[in-house]
Structures are given as structure tokens and as C-alpha cells.
């Protein structure tokens, strides 16, 4: 069994940054893609970034390009998500995901994603 567990959340100003952890718990973390998702009241849930085991390759959605940044611990069970220059439409709850798959490559898609946390709330006031 996989549990995560995302913190680092909160209310921030427009242009300030936060850092998400996600702790990882159970044996078979190591050798698998890792997610940012987020959703907001009215949206659907959307990848924000990705990294696959290896840390070697890594994915951001157009709107965070250059704002966010994922990383991952693998000796530590931890995988992060430092996001700079935070603006209002980031406002979402946040989840850490673990991908099903083994290859050493990156997916977008929820269902690519079978461990979940229970989420995050990031409020980015203007």
C-alpha cells in the first residue's frame, strides 16, 4: 500500500511562493512517475507538473512554465512542487499522484495515476 501526503499549502499574496511536499509511504515509491494535479471549484482536475522515477524527465502545463518546479527525493520518499510567482488563477487544491506505470517517462492524464493524497488548498489572493 501507497500512502501521500501533501503539505506546505496556504493563503499567499499574488507573487509569493510556496513549496508543496509529498511524503510517500509503503515500498514501491522509488521506481514510479510522480504528479502535481490541482482543481479548482468548477474546473477539472488538471496536471500541473510530472516527474518520471528517474527525475530524468519532467512535464509542466503552459500556464506554470517557468513558475514551478517539481523535484523529487527518492532517498527521502519526498517529492516537491516550488511554485514562484504565484498569481490568483493558481488558486486550486492541490494532489500529489503516484503513475501505475514502470517506463521511466512522464504522463498527463489522471488515470496514468493510482495513489492519490488528499490534496492540498493553495488560496492566492490578489
Known amino acids: 500500500q501507497v500512502q501521500l501526503v501533501e503539505s506546505g499549502g496556504g493563503l499567499v499574496q499574488a507573487g509569493d511562493s510556496l513549496r508543496l511536499s509529498c511524503a510517500a509511504s509503503?515500498?514501491?515509491?522509488?521506481?514510479?512517475?510522480m504528479g502535481w494535479f490541482r482543481q479548482a471549484p468548477g474546473n477539472e482536475r488538471e496536471c500541473v507538473a510530472a516527474?518520471?522515477?528517474?527525475?530524468?524527465?519532467?512535464y509542466y502545463a503552459d500556464p506554470v512554465k517557468g513558475r514551478f518546479t517539481i523535484s523529487r527525493d527518492n532517498a527521502k520518499n519526498m517529492v516537491y512542487l516550488q511554485m514562484n510567482s504565484l498569481k490568483p488563477e493558481d488558486t486550486a487544491v492541490y494532489y500529489c499522484?503516484?503513475?501505475?506505470?514502470?517506463?521511466?517517462?512522464?504522463?498527463?492524464?489522471?488515470?496514468?495515476?493510482?495513489?492519490w493524497g488528499q490534496g492540498t488548498q493553495v488560496t492566492v489572493s490578489s
Open positions: 499522484a503516484r503513475g501505475w506505470f514502470k517506463e521511466d517517462v512522464v504522463r498527463t492524464s489522471g488515470s496514468s495515476y493510482d495513489y
Open positions: 516527474i518520471s522515477w528517474s527525475g530524468k524527465r519532467t
Open positions: 509503503g515500498r514501491t515509491y522509488r521506481n514510479y512517475a
